[in-house]
DNA sequence: CAGTTTTTGAGGTACGTAAATCAGAAAATT
DNA sequence: AATTTTCTGATTTACGTACCTCAAAAACTG
């Protein structure tokens, strides 16, 4: 039977107030007997019932996510999440709110994070945009003893507690090393496409990618990166023109969003030079690409992991616990058309 | 704030015990009665809190796990997760042990699920071997009461509730849509190396490979598959051998354990000539074959994810749920050197 | 209508922990 | 030695649900 707080206050000779004193770190307890419930515990081999003690507790933690209010599917995908935890909010003892800001703008993301801060919950979470502004709004929630987590697009060098995203350096050398191969021992040029450069995530991506290209396949030549801005109708004129312009582009990669419009400008290519097209984001576009061949690879990043594993370490910052590294590692998901979900 | 047992029976003017009654589909409750309580807990978005629920219950589900004794890592791997699982039973409110058996050994796994199933445990999960005696085991179990789920390896037309691992078919596929786009536009023969093709799981990834092969790859020459038992040393020689053999190797697909002899037998290889491999399960040999370069490519099945879901699976069967076959489904991982976790 | 059966109410105990109060014991201080 | 301070014990209530008993009310039966 496992043991309860009965079985050590009775296993170390002290009172069930005595051994809830040393459980929960309470003041009032000499060295001595603390060390008696401890030694107790661990012989006894007890661990706590989180379930009994969060019934007992009743609290429920206050979260905010700020997201930013641009609808690309991956988004859409990371508010769908966000949703889906608001309804799961009564089990896991929640309460969640979406503050949404326009994206790209740190102005309005830092000022976002203030008046958050005004209404002390117990955490937030963002999808972070570089600038001073936005280093400082986290150092001040983390000044009010909030818990701080990125998402998606990190910080680095702020006081964020945590990220919840993915290696982006590794997914661009996942992204060379695929196409790379995908391209077999042919020369030729490489295109490359992104929302924009000033998107920490995407530049990762961009210098991870190069990296291995330059490394291992010297017989591709990388052109200059586009920017589309995320933006289907600009990502096609753009692929299309620079396909127009190089003849022998044989792979692409999009590392950021508005596949839409890339899948729609490959489309138009006659299927013999098509270009091998590695992108990010499984979403209801790359989905259908990779079925009919439009695209090649898919690399994604679990929208479902990410948010739980966010409020995940957002909880146990709260409640003053470390993060589990290896549990909350959010992983490269690559997808070919025969292996996906 | 949360409804309660409490605001059902207010809401509908009965008693708490009412409430409890139709709650827990005990008898004794007038239609016209349960229609007024099941009104109330819909229109106060009523959900029961599962953690008070649990605690109040203090049910705990006894589960067996039937797996076979031999040391791949994988299998190894797959055991570390159910040790794993049961670390956490107390919290889990299980309790799993683990029972050994001779591999391929349909008889030995037979008799292990009916001295088993004299137990009554509530749920039962192994890894299957095909055989009459399994299937007939199965139905006995299933006619206990007794939840019973497949792991790793399945066996379709028994009475098993559910199959908790990857669709074999689809590495198959997924295996060759990854060879078949490394090796280039070159011409050349395919080497496959299998463990045992009485194991369904083999023989469903040769299936999926060989049908993209000769679909989308007819340049590429499958060879007859090699079986050596998923030993290492075997498997050794069996690929020096064929590669001695014919020199134009240019890709191998082990779909077997035992790659540590196919990793020796490759290193042997000079690395102009070395052929592309794509193998199965990330583990220590794999992993380290995949930074040095001597694998290429490896599927993955999350021995976790797996043994997680048949625990799942397990408990909701033991309280009569149905499956969310969504949620259970078992990915095929892809790794590259640059993204593996 | 009385008698029987079914349905309902009221109340309690239990699960394992948290958190509080209050009294008493031990230790430290004066 | 007296006083204060610091510990510790004993006990109680609460969290939300499950499950039990017993009595009372309501609904049927003939």
Chains 1, 2 share one sequence.
Request: proline fraction near 5%.
């Amino acid at each position: 039977m496992k043991p309860t707080v009965h079985d050590i206050a009775r296993s170390a000779g002290v009172s069930l107030a005595t051994v809830d004193r040393v459980l929960n770190g309470r003041p009032g307890v000499r060295h001595v007997t603390r060390e008696r419930v401890e030694q107790a515990i661990s012989s006894l081999g007890y661990v706590r019932d989180v379930a009994a003690a969060n019934l007992a507790k009743g609290r429920t933690y206050s979260f905010a996510f700020v997201l930013p209010n641009y609808d690309n599917s991956f988004m859409i995908g990371i508010r769908d999440e966000v949703d889906a935890a608001i309804s799961r909010s009564g089990a896991e003892r929640t309460q969640i709110r979406i503050i949404e800001v326009p994206p790209f703008d740190a102005p309005a993301l830092a000022d976002a994070l203030d008046r958050i801060a005004a209404d002390m919950p117990d955490g937030v979470a963002f999808v972070a945009v570089e600038g001073d502004e936005v280093h400082a709004a986290v150092g001040r929630l983390k000044e009010t003893g909030i818990a701080v987590a990125t998402l998606v697009s990190d910080l680095p060098g702020s006081d964020r507690d945590h990220f919840a995203g993915i290696d982006n350096h590794a997914a661009g050398r996942t992204a060379a090393n695929l196409l790379g191969r995908f391209v077999g021992g042919r020369d030729g040029r490489i295109a490359v496409l992104a929302g924009s450069m000033l998107v920490r995530d995407h530049r990762e991506r961009l210098e991870g990618f190069a990296a291995v290209m330059g490394e291992s396949f010297p017989r591709l030549s990388v052109l200059p990166v586009m920017e589309a801005r995320d933006d289907p109708s600009l990502a096609a004129d753009v692929v299309s023109a620079v396909l127009q312009r190089y003849p022998d582009i044989i792979g692409l990669y999009s590392l950021g969003a508005g596949n839409r419009g890339i899948v729609h400008a490959v489309r138009e290519i006659a299927p013999e030079v098509r270009p091998l097209v590695v992108a990010h984001e499984l979403t209801r576009t790359t989905r259908a690409a990779l079925v009919e061949g439009l695209i090649d690879a898919v690399l994604n990043q679990d929208a479902g992991h990410e948010v739980r594993s966010a409020i995940r370490v957002l909880k146990g910052k709260a409640d003053g616990l470390p993060v589990i590294a290896a549990q909350e590692r959010i992983r490269i998901d690559i997808f070919l058309k025969d292996n996906m979900p």
